[in-house]
C-alpha cells in the first residue's frame, strides 16, 4: 500500500517504479525521473533537495540524475538498479521508514511530484545500435506462408539461430512521434518481365507489434556473454512498433534483408520497466532442435509474460481492438539473443537497443501485423462504421499496451503510439 492514492489498474504501481525521461512546461530541461500512479517523480528535483540522503551508496552517484539520459544510470549495473527501485518504493510505501523524506515533505512534493498530464516525455536512452530480431515462431511461419508456400515457410537455420538484422538507431523515436509515410522503390506487378519497380509512397504500411530490450552492462569486444550470465547486461524492457513498408521490403530484401523499409521509424514507449521489476516469467515456444552448447540455458521459463494489445483508430475516431497476445510467444530469449548476438565478440555497450520482432499467437486475433491478419492484403479488419484496413492510410493512429501481474499491483509500460501522416511530395 501507498500514501499515495493509486488506481488498482494503473500500469505504475508501487511494484512497477519505471524510469524514464521528462521535461514540463516551467523546466525544458531533460531530466530522469520514475512514473508511479498518475505522477512523475522529477529524480533531478528529488536528489538535489535530499531526497535519497537515507541512503549514502545512492547519495555518491545521484549525478547520474542530472542526465539527459539514462545510459550513466544504467551504466551502474543491475544491484544499483535494484537499490534505487527498492529505495524509491520504500519512499512511497504508507509505512515509510522515512516519511520526513517526501510523505511529510510537502515543499518537496510540490516541486518533484509532478502529475503525469504535464509532463513531456522523450527517448529514455541515448542508443548506439539498435538490432531487430525475429523470434516469435508464429509471425516467420505465417509471413513465411505467405512468400514461399506451408512447405518452405520457415528458413533451416530458424530455430538454430536467433534470426535478426541491425536496424536504424537514428530512427528510433518516442511514444507520440507521427510516423511520415515513406517513397521508396515498388514492384506492383511481381509476375511482369522484366522487372522494373515504380518510385512511389508506401501503400502497404504496416504496424509490428514488438517488445524492446535496453542493455545495460557492456561486453569487451573479442569476449562473447555466457547465455546464463546474459540476464545482467540487461537494463529493462519497453513496447515497440517497429513500422514497415511491406512493399518497399517485398522488392528490397533479396538477398540482404529489409533496409529502407524498416528504417522510416520505429516508436518505443517513454518508461524503461527495469529488469529488477518482478515480471512474471514462463516457458516459451517449444524447440525441438538439439542447441548449440553457447544458446542452452538453465533455465527453462525465462520468458516475460506480458500481456500485450493493439489499438487501430481511424482519422474518422472509429476504433478497434485488433490483437490481443503474449509476450511468451517466442522461441528464443533475451538471455540467448545477448549470447548470440555477442558469439563472435561483438561488443555491446549501455543503451543498446534489441527488439523481439513482431510477437504473434498462434489464434486468429493474436497476430501482431496487419500482413498476418489480412493474409498479405488478400482480407480485410473490419473497423467500425463499415471501414475496413488492409494496410494503414494516412490518419490512422496504433495504440500498443502492455501490462504483467494483477490490479494493485500491475507491473506497465503505458502506451506507444504514432499516427500515420502523408508523404511528403519528392519533386
Known amino acids: 500500500m501507498s500514501w499515495l492514492p493509486i488506481a488498482a489498474d494503473s500500469p505504475f504501481s508501487i511494484a512497477n517504479i519505471p524510469f524514464g525521461i521528462i521535461s514540463t512546461e516551467s523546466d525544458k530541461t531533460h531530466r530522469p525521473a520514475i512514473a508511479i500512479g498518475d505522477h512523475a517523480l522529477d529524480l533531478k528535483a528529488f536528489a538535489a533537495r535530499g531526497g535519497f540522503k537515507p541512503s549514502k551508496t545512492i547519495t555518491e552517484s545521484e549525478d547520474v540524475f542530472s542526465q539527459t539520459t539514462l545510459n550513466s544510470f544504467a551504466h551502474l549495473g543491475q544491484s544499483f538498479h535494484r537499490e534505487v527501485r527498492e529505495y524509491l518504493q520504500s519512499i512511497f510505501r504508507d509505512d515509510t521508514p522515512h516519511p520526513q523524506v517526501l510523505k511529510d515533505n510537502e515543499s518537496l512534493r510540490e516541486s518533484a511530484l509532478l502529475p503525469l498530464s504535464g509532463v513531456t516525455n522523450h ?53 507520440g512521434t507521427p510516423i511520415r509515410r515513406p517513397w521508396g522503390q515498388i514492384l506492383r506487378d511481381p509476375k511482369a518481365e522484366p522487372k522494373v519497380p515504380a518510385l512511389a509512397p508506401c501503400e502497404r504500411l504496416d504496424l509490428e507489434l514488438e517488445m524492446g530490450m535496453f542493455v545495460c552492462r557492456p561486453n569487451d569486444l573479442g569476449k562473447p556473454v555466457p547465455v546464463d550470465e546474459a540476464e545482467q547486461h540487461i537494463f529493462g524492457y519497453v513496447l515497440m512498433n517497429d513500422w514497415s513498408a511491406r512493399d518497399i521490403q517485398a522488392w528490397e530484401y533479396v538477398p540482404l534483408g529489409p533496409f529502407t523499409s524498416k528504417n522510416l521509424g520505429t516508436s518505443i514507449s517513454p518508461w524503461v520497466v527495469l529488469a529488477d521489476a518482478a515480471i512474471p516469467k514462463t516457458t516459451g515456444l517449444p524447440n525441438e532442435n538439439e542447441l548449440l552448447p553457447y544458446l542452452k540455458e538453465k533455465k527453462t521459463a525465462n520468458f516475460l509474460d506480458i500481456h500485450l494489445e493493439v489499438d487501430l483508430i481511424t482519422a474518422s475516431g ?11 510467444n517466442l522461441l528464443w530469449s533475451w ?25 504473434s499467437g498462434s489464434e486468429p486475433g493474436t497476430e501482431g501485423c496487419l500482413l498476418e491478419q489480412t493474409k498479405g492484403g488478400k482480407a480485410t479488419v473490419t473497423v467500425a462504421d463499415g471501414e475496413e484496413r488492409k494496410f494503414l492510410k494516412d490518419g490512422d493512429s496504433i495504440v500498443i499496451r502492455g501490462w504483467a501481474g494483477e490490479d494493485g499491483a500491475r507491473i506497465g509500460f503505458g502506451e506507444v503510439s504514432g499516427m500515420i501522416e502523408a508523404a511528403l511530395p519528392l519533386f
Open 123 to 175: 527517448m529514455p536512452m541515448a542508443i548506439g545500435d539498435y538490432t531487430d530480431f525475429y523470434a516469435s515462431t508464429n509471425h516467420a511461419y505465417n509471413v513465411g506462408v505467405l512468400f514461399r508456400g506451408p512447405e518452405n515457410a520457415l528458413q533451416p537455420n530458424y530455430k538454430h539461430l536467433p534470426v535478426a538484422y541491425h536496424g536504424r538507431a537514428s530512427s528510433v523515436v518516442v511514444s
Open 318 to 328: 472509429n476504433k478497434k481492438t485488433i490483437t490481443k497476445t503474449n509476450s511468451k
Open 335 to 359: 538471455p540467448q539473443m545477448i549470447a548470440h548476438h555477442t558469439i563472435t565478440g561483438c561488443n555491446l555497450q549501455p543503451g543498446d537497443l534489441f527488439g523481439s520482432g513482431t510477437i
